[in-house]
Every structure is written in C-alpha cells, then in structure tokens.
C-alpha cells in the first residue's frame, strides 16, 4: 500500500518536472507551446549521449541535459517563438505542433527509432525498506530532486524581484516596458529555464517512461492534463494536480489493472466538472 | 484538319507506350514491399528491407526468365496508409506480390485487397495467430504468438515452475500469447495467479510488477512488444523481483537482438521462447549473420529479418515453380508445402495454415565475445500454430 503511494508520488513528481515548464509558459505568458515535450526529449537523449557514448557520470549529465534544454529554448525564443506571442492561440498550437513533429523526424533520422537506455549509476539502483514500504532508490532521488525544484521555483516566482517583474510583463507588457522592465529579456529567461526543466525531466524520467523519437507526442497529452487540471496560475497547482495524477495512476493500474489506463482521465473528467478553472484558478484574469 | 492529326498523333502514341509497357511487364515481376520504415516501428521495417536486399544481392534478380523488381513503401505503422499503398501497387505498378507487413492491423486491412486482386501477400513480420485466415492468398514467413508462447509454458511447467503471473500488452498479439500461455500451463496443471494486461502506450511498469511482487508467483510470463520490453526489463530489476526468487520469462520479442545488447546487464538470465536468435549454431545461420552484418553497418538480424529473407525465397521458389507465371492461384499452390532450410533451422509451409511449421527454442540471455546474446538450449522441432491444430 505505503509502496504503490511512493510510487504514485514518483511518478507524479516526475509528470510535474516535465510539465511545470509548460505551466510557466502556458499559464504566466500565456502561449500554447505543444512543443515542450521535444525540449524534454533533447535533454533525455542528450543524457543518453553522453552516459552511454561517453561514459559520462549519470549525475553530471543532468545539469548538463538541463542546460543544453535551456539553451536550445534560449535560441528558439527569440528566433521562432517571440513572433507568436500575440498571434491566436491557434497559430500557436500548428507552429508548435509543427516543431514537434520536425522534432520527431530529426531524431529519427539521426538516433534511429528504438529506444534509447540511460544507464543510472549503481547505487541509485538499490531497493531498501522504509517504514514497511519497498522503496527504490532511484525513484527516491526523482521525489528528492523535483520537491527541491518545486520550492525553489515557488520561491522565486513569489518572492523575488525577477517573479515580480515576471508577473507584471505578463499582466501588461506595455506598461511593465514603460517602467522599464526589459519585458523581451524576462520572456527569454522564463522560456529557456522552462526549456530547461524540462530537458532535465526527460533525463531523469528516461528510466521510467523509455526515450524513443514519438517521446514529445506519447507524454503531450500528459502535459496538458497536469496543466488543465492544475490551473496555471501557480506552481503549487501543477504540483498538486500531478500528484493526484500520478497516484491515481499508479493506484488505478494495481487496484484495477483492467480500467488502469483511463483513471488518468476520469480523474481530469472529474476534477474539471466540479473545477472548470482547474484546481488553482486564477480569479478574472483572462 | 490539324486538330484530327494531332488526335491520331495522340492516339498513336499512347497505344506505343501502351504496347511498350506490357512488352515489358512481361518480363518484370514486381513485388510491392509495403513497410514501416518510419514512426516507433521502423525498425521492423529497417530489418526486412535489409534482408530482402540482401537475399536479391545473393540469389540474383533475374528468377524464372523473369526480372525482379522490389518496389518498398513506407506506411509508418498506420493501416489506411498501407490499404491505400497496396491498392496502388496492385492498379498501378501491377505487382505480382504484396509483401511486408509490420503489423497485425496492417495486414488485417490489406488482407481484402489481396482476395479482390488475387495477389499472393507473404506476410513477414505481423505475427496474431488469425491473420492467415482472412484471405487464401496470405502467407506468412514470420511466426505466430501462440507458436511461440506454447513451448515456454510447456518448458516452464516441466521446470518446477508452478505458479505465474502473465503480463501482456493489450492487443491483439497479447492476447494471443496469454491465451495461449494459460491454454497450454493450466492443462499441464500449473496455477495461473492473475493476469495482467498492460495499456499498449504504458510509460510506467510500476504498478504491475508491484502486483506481481505482491502475488509472489514462480514465475513472471511477459509478452510486450521489443522496444517496450527494455524499460520492462529494468524496471523488473529495479523492484528486485530477480533477488525475490520470480523469474522472468516471455516470448522473445522481450530481448529483440535489435536491441538486446543495449539493454545491459539487467537481461542476462532471461529466458524466452522463440524461432530465432542471431546467436543460433549452425553454419547457414553464421553465413546469413555476416552476410547480413557486413551489408548493413554491422547491424545485428532480428527475428523480423529472418521473416523478411525467407519470405524473399518463397517468392523466388513459386516463381520458379510456375515457370514465371504470376497468376495468383498458381504461385499460392507453388508455396504450400514448400520446404526449405533456413537460417533458423527447417522450415514448412504448412499447406492448410499457410503458417511456417518450424523449430522453436528455448533460450538464455548469455554474454559471447562481451555481448548479450540469446543461447538457445533446448529445441522444440516442427511446431506448428497450435491454435489452428485441432
């Protein structure tokens, strides 16, 4: 029991680390970027490179996935990205599905179609018994590494001066520019770390949820329930939402192998009935 | 007066190119490939192409007086696509085979088409025990799941193991292979403790191998498809199933010589059943191994190769039978019962099924030379599909 909840967390941890960065675009600069899984799948490959090509650390591989993300984001932005922010939410979503599937394509052709294997280091798996519960080590370090991120992101967003300025280009960014907030600057850093987030996602969630060139595709989807379902406007509801994603996911799929694949949903059927907003609605807004 | 002319230009012309084009289909047999050679697929379909290539570049493409000519088409896994491609194939390019096939729907959606047109279509890789029941004119050179699936219940009984857990993909395949595997353990008097079916599109094992840890059988039964069965393989590791005393056993889609060597240290000791590995002994399949090795980059043959290179010699063999006739019914009498020795070992036609009748093995994931292989160590001879054996 105690088991399948550790699980449920890690998974749902995981959901959340690879779709928080769509929150923080979707939800704070308001753009659809179905692409985001392809920043996800770069960081994972990336890490598949370098551990296994290159015999790389594991450990040092994931700062480095999440850098390369970030970067890759950092150049998109300005060059592709930038030009759509006022453009409807149906430009957004061809362009960026587009990207995707040029995405597919490019890592097809030069990694091939099968999986890839990120080999983790030894020690992250081992298995030991907490409180009555069997509990991986690796899936530990994935619930230590995200909660982390979770506060630090939170924090940031809140409490500094770059969340506030962040916020204000949002709300208007004609008079956050006025006041002389270099709203183009902040975009580029939001978008890149969120870019980066999820390159760091897809490094750590390749263990678990397989690298294969359809990766941007299978877990958009997944994306998008943890952002519906959590509401944008927060860290903390994406947060939330994954982990009742992901509990109710794992739990599902031992309680009722047989339904086990459409609890996800029914969960997001539910909660948007009762919530349409989402869990963490922003109050008028847009 | 220049309008007429240029009619009786046109017409002229046309009949010359008519007259031309059937001089020449005369002498060319075209056989229509259609494969996945994109999307999460394309390795089937990579497999296939190679080896048909290869065994043209053997055997010469010139059978019976005749040219051959191998037209292949990407379908990218999706069944309109390759009901579209092989209608095309059959009006336009005039094929005298369909051929290909990387899976269950795939085929299921062209196997009208093949009736309608009277096309012979060798299916090489799409392996659900009733796809050869859905047109006279289908072959198939792969293998079928309840083939497979039987001798490793049969060997997993006879070796103390008593209860399993079964754990498939929900498709078509999957089923098969469970039913099969429950058929076939229960009836030897083995206990079947649940049996789990896993979401074709899973990205996480975790919940059911903690049912299965939970259920503490002897043994696990897995059948997933290859590129899956890696991440299934690790995770089975991760929970520590294998120091919990549960074995792992399945039908060799699990450890794919595709990507076997990949997978690294967590499959070794796995035991499956299946009707190749690259690592079978024996001088037909060293050849075809290097042969296929030296012209592909050294990729290593999978399983959907072989469907691929017999599937080619079946065509060769009919066409030489009929003398170069392409009439359908001909070529389909020419392959039942055809007999031949293959890389995996001898293989039949059977003439009723239009399955292969052929060894199956029981084999051990073994390190050779620093890589994984697949060591067979017991041999099933002459299994035929025992769901079509009454």
């Known amino acids: 029991m105690l088991t399948i909840l550790f699980d449920g967390v890690a998974y749902g941890m995981l959901l959340f680390l690879l779709a928080s960065g769509l929150a923080v675009t979707l939800g704070l600069m308001n753009f659809v970027n179905l692409a985001h899984g392809a920043f996800a799948m770069a960081g994972g490959y990336l890490t598949a490179v370098l551990s296994n090509k290159l015999g790389m650390p594991f450990l040092l591989c994931l700062p480095l996935a999440f850098l390369f993300s970030a970067l890759l984001g950092a150049a998109l932005e300005p060059t ?12 957004q979503v061809l362009f960026s599905i587009g990207l995707v599937f040029m995405a597919v394509a490019t890592v097809d052709f030069f990694f091939g179609s099968t999986q890839q294997f990120v080999r983790i280091p030894e020690f992250l798996r081992q298995r030991f018994e907490i409180g009555g519960a069997s509990v991986g080590a690796y899936r530990l370090f994935i619930i230590v590494v995200c909660g982390i991120l979770a506060l630090a992101l939170q924090a940031v967003l809140t409490r500094t001066r770059f969340g506030s ?24 850093v939001t978008f890149a770390f969120g870019s980066g987030l999820a390159g760091l996602g897809g490094a750590l969630g390749a263990e678990i949820l397989g690298l294969d060139p359809t990766f941007p595709l299978k877990f958009m989807i997944y994306f998008l329930i943890v952002v519906a379902v959590g509401g944008t406007t927060t860290i903390t509801g994406p947060l939330l939402a994954s982990l009742l994603l992901g509990i109710a996911d794992v739990a599902g799929k031992y309680y009722v192998p047989k339904l086990g694949a459409f609890m996800i949903y029914t969960v997001m059927i539910v909660v948007l009935m009762l919530r349409p907003q989402g869990l963490f609605a922003r109050a008028g807004g847009r | 007066m220049p309008a007429a002319k240029l009619f009786r230009t046109i017409v002229a012309a046309g009949l010359g190119i008519g007259l031309a084009g059937a001089a020449m289909a005369q002498d060319v047999v075209k056989i229509g490939m259609i494969l996945p050679m994109t999307g999460p697929f394309a390795s089937t379909g990579r497999q296939i192409e190679a080896a048909a290539k290869l065994y043209m570049q053997q055997n010469g493409s010139t059978v019976a007086g005749k040219k051959i000519e191998l037209i292949v088409k990407d379908d990218a896994g999706v069944p309109d696509n390759t009901k579209r491609i092989a209608q095309e194939m059959i009006v336009n390019d005039k094929v005298a085979f369909l051929a290909g096939f990387g899976l269950t729907p795939l085929a299921l959606a062209t196997a009208p088409l093949a009736t309608e047109a009277k096309v012979p279509m060798v299916v090489m890789a799409a392996a659900t025990s009733v796809i050869t029941e859905k047109s006279p004119y289908i072959v198939r050179t792969g293998f079928t799941l309840p083939q497979v699936t039987m001798p490793i219940a049969d060997w997993a009984y006879k070796n103390k193991i008593r209860s399993v857990v079964t754990l498939v993909s929900d498709y078509g395949p999957g089923i098969d292979a469970e039913a099969q595997f429950i058929r076939t353990f229960t009836n030897l008097g083995g206990k079947v403790m649940a049996e789990l079916r896993v979401p074709l599109r899973n990205p996480d094992f975790a919940p059911f191998l903690q049912r299965v840890a939970d259920a503490k ?16 393989m690790k995770q089975f590791a991760e929970r520590g199933l294998d120091k919990g005393g549960i074995k792992l056993i399945g039908t060799g889609d699990v450890t794919d010589d595709d990507i076997l060597n990949d997978m690294g240290d967590v499959a070794l000791g796995v035991i499956t059943s299946f009707h190749y590995s690259a690592a079978h002994d024996s001088p037909a399949n060293k050849a075809y191994v290097d042969a296929f090795r030296k012209a592909n980059n050294n990729l290593r043959p999978n399983f959907h190769s072989l469907g691929g290179y017999d599937g080619m010699r079946l065509i060769y063999r009919a066409l030489e039978t009929t003398k170069g006739s392409t009439d359908g019914d001909a070529l389909i009498n020419a392959m039942k019962g055809s007999k031949w020795e293959s890389p995996r070992g001898p293989v039949t036609l059977d003439a009723e099924t239009r399955d292969l009748t ?26 035929k599909d025992p769901t079509k054996t009454r």
């Open chain 1, 80 to 91: 592709l990205y930038r030009r759509l922010y006022r453009r409807p939410h149906l430009d």
């Open chain 1, 165 to 188: 300025r962040l916020r204000a280009a949002v709300d208007d960014p004609r008079v956050a520019s006025g006041l002389g907030i270099d709203v183009n600057r902040i975009f580029l």
């Open chain 2, 358 to 383: 052929q060894n199956v093995y029981i084999r051990k994931v073994e390190k050779q030379d620093g890589q994984l292989y697949n060591v067979e160590f017991l041999s099933y001879p002459s299994v």
């Open chain 2, 217 to 232: 059988p002897d043994a696990v039964f897995v059948f997933v498809p290859s590129g899956v069965g890696a991440i299934f």
